[in-house]
């Protein structure tokens, strides 16, 4: 009888030791994403993007001029501004301060709340290295050439005001534009992207994005039509993106980090 369970214990006991093997040794040679630090940013913060710039439609042709002065437009953003100016000293006004910089260590603090599991460089490399990517091709080839040719007046500047972030926030964003807003574009892109990553929360990250987008209205650096634009260029970006194999490859492996299985 002894002999007998001995024997049924092993005959369970190597296939599931040498499944437990496979399975680590599995994990432990998972392909990784490029080195961020070999890519050699353009500017600080900024990786080469996915995409060639020349693949992008040509959003100054594409979308339509900022709101006319004396636009129903443009005196919809003036009172959106005035009325946000009243959330200063909320939880709204103070987020919008911290989460201010397009950065990835901001962003995966921002959006892992809401995801299935904690977004890290170590744990999820391939969701931080979409999120570190992307934004060259959004604030790059997305809002750039738009921003310049442009050159709308930042409300904060218009209305000779202060915003929810620092004097030295404030001066560096003084002389750039306002039109679309980057940081709703970027926002927004990488809702919809993480919403690919982990389809379990897709509301709540959705809803994030649109919240990212509004804290720069909120704050006081952009308008609200700037936002709405910011939007809808991330939605052409991302699109575009879909086309590119390099960003398809790691978008299947960001996948598989949250445990969604793509063909």
């Avoid at 308008?223 to 939605?235: E, I, T, Y």
């Amino acid at each position: 009888m002894l002999v007998e369970s001995f024997r049924k214990f092993i005959r369970i006991s190597i296939p599931l030791a040498a499944g437990l093997i496979l399975s680590a040794c599995a994990t432990h040679t998972a392909k990784l994403p490029p080195s961020l630090e070999d890519l050699k940013p353009d500017r600080p913060g900024w990786y080469p993007q996915f995409e060639d710039k020349a693949q992008y439609p040509d959003f100054v042709e594409l979308f339509p001029a900022p709101p006319a002065e004396n636009s129903p437009i443009f005196a919809n953003d003036k009172k959106v501004f005035k009325d946000t100016r009243k959330l200063k000293g909320t939880q709204v006004w103070y987020d919008a301060a911290k989460f201010a910089r397009i950065d990835p260590e901001v962003l995966i603090e921002y959006f892992s709340p809401v995801m299935s599991r904690k977004i890290t460089k170590e744990e999820t490399p391939w969701t931080y290295y979409i999120i570190a990517r992307i934004i060259a091709d959004v604030a790059g080839s997305g809002t750039r050439d738009i921003k310049h040719h442009y050159k709308r007046v930042r409300p904060f500047v218009y209305f000779n005001t202060g915003t929810c972030s620092t004097k030295e926030d404030e001066e560096a964003h003084r002389k750039s534009y306002s039109y679309p807003s980057s940081h709703a574009a970027y926002g927004q892109a990488l809702a919809l992207i993480l919403t690919e990553i982990d389809p379990a929360n897709q509301a709540k990250i959705a809803k994030k994005g649109i919240e990212y987008g509004q804290f720069r209205v909120v704050c006081g650096f952009h308008w609200d039509s700037d936002v709405n634009l910011g939007r809808l260029v991330a939605s052409h970006v991302v699109a575009r993106l879909h086309t590119n194999m390099e960003f398809i490859e790691a978008l299947k492996n960001a996948k598989a980090e949250f445990g969604h299985q793509t063909r």
